[in-house]
Every structure is written in C-alpha cells, then in structure tokens.
T-cell receptor
Framework: GENVEQHPSTLSVQEGDSAVIKCTYS??????FPWYKQELGKGPQLIID?????GEKKDQRIAVTLNKTAKHFSLHITETQPEDSAVYFC????????????FGTGTRLTIIP | NAGVTQTPKFQVLKTGQSMTLQCAQD?????MSWYRQDPGMGLRLIHY???????DQGEVPNGYNVSRSTTEDFPLRLLSAAPSQTSVYFC?????????????FGPGTRLLVL
C-alpha cells in the first residue's frame, strides 16, 4: 500500500518568514495530493490540493509543488502570520474514484511573533 | 448548512461495551469516510462509503462496522470496545465533480476505552 512520510515534525518560523513542509510518497500510481490544516480541538481542513498532471498550484500565500519523478510534494507558506500556527498534514491517494487517502504524520507549525 | 456533525463529542467506555458514533452531513455529498487519529500518527481510514448502500473497508477496519442507509448519515459502530480503540474519530464527507473535489471533516469524537 501507499506510504507517506512527512518532514519536519515540528517547525518554528518568525512571523513574516516562509515555511516549507515536505512529503514523500511510495506509490507512483498516486495522483491526488491534498494538504490539511488542523487547529487545536478541530477537524482537519483542506487548504490546497494538487493533481499529478500539475507541477505547482498557488492560492494566495499558500503553494504546493509536486515532483512526480522524485515522488515528493511540498507545502509553501509565505509571509507567515500567527493564525498559520497549526498542525499540517499531507496526504496521497490513487485515482479519482479511490477513497483510500493515506496521511503523513503531521507537522506542528509555530509562528513566532 | 451545518456541514458535518458528529455526536457525541466525548465518550468513555469500558472494555467490551459497544457503541455507535453518529455522523451526519447536510451537503448531499456522495462520499463519506471515518478516520481515527492517534498521537504521533496521521489520520488512518477505517471505513468509507461512495453512496447510500455502498461501504468498503479502509486501512484499519477491524473492530468497527458501518452502514449507509441514507445519503446523510454514516454511523460507525464499535462492536466490543478495546483499549486500543482509544482515539479521536473523525467523520468526513466529500464532493467530487470532474476534476474538482472538496472534503469536509467533522469536529471529532474523543473516545476513551478503559
């Protein structure tokens, strides 16, 4: 089955700086890669996703890049703000109709004011 | 819209007891899933459904049952609770059309099995 590794497990950055979280996946058949943000006591929230036919996707301060050859994808947050502090999860899935989403182990991001 | 709702928020069970975790969504989504989240681990898929009357196993299905009699509801049943089932349980529903999809998670149910 699919295996997703996520690094780092914790990350602290100064407010205004950029943060990068990286994930690798094992199954080359995976083609959907979402990122979730989870705040304390809440369920995960989808913040951005990317499909294997696209190399990069941006949404305001958030971007995701995908390298299919190396089987890794990354989340980039620019101009970080205190409200960006949360746990971030990457995930991978094979096929549009396949529901079996495999998650990384999470990155706790802390923004230092 | 209420989105995805889960009840109860907290539950304490004794080993061997059974219970049902409720999940409902009012967005008319076809896809619904149950995950468990344990410390230091990501979310792991327990069971999922691609529509009313259709369910399938995820990564960690043992000890859990599901049914999907309506589009709105997707209850998760613990048949005989074990301490290893102590976890936070999240229900999710998904909308997919063409190449677009959005997944919504509920607020979670925190379960302690003694």
């Amino acid at each position: 089955g699919e295996n997703v590794e996520q690094h780092p497990s914790t990350l602290s950055v100064q407010e205004g700086d950029s943060a990068v979280i990286k994930c690798t996946y094992s199954d080359s058949a995976s083609n959907y890669f979402p990122w979730y943000k989870q705040e304390l006591g809440k369920g995960p929230q989808l913040i951005i996703d990317i499909r294997s036919n696209v190399g990069e996707k941006k949404d305001q301060r958030i971007a995701v890049t995908l390298n299919k050859t190396a089987k890794h994808f990354s989340l980039h947050i620019t101009e970080t703000q205190p409200e960006d502090s949360a746990v971030y999860f990457c995930a991978a899935r094979m096929g549009f109709g396949n529901e079996k989403l495999t998650f990384g182990t999470g990155t706790r991001l802390t923004i230092i004011p | 819209n209420a989105g995805v709702t889960q009840t109860p928020k907290f539950q304490v069970l004794k080993t061997g007891q059974s219970m049902t975790l409720q999940c409902a969504q009012d967005m008319n989504h076809e896809y619904m899933s149950w995950y468990r989240q344990d410390p230091g681990m990501g979310l792991r898929l327990i069971h999922y459904s691609v529509g009313a009357g259709i369910t399938d196993q995820g990564e960690v299905p043992n000890g859990y049952n599901v049914s999907r009699s309506t589009t709105e509801d997707f209850p998760l049943r613990l048949l005989s609770a074990a301490p290893s089932q102590t976890s936070v349980y999240f229900c999710a529903s998904s909308y997919r059309q063409y190449a677009q999809e959005t997944q919504y998670f509920g607020p979670g149910t925190r379960l302690l099995v003694l």
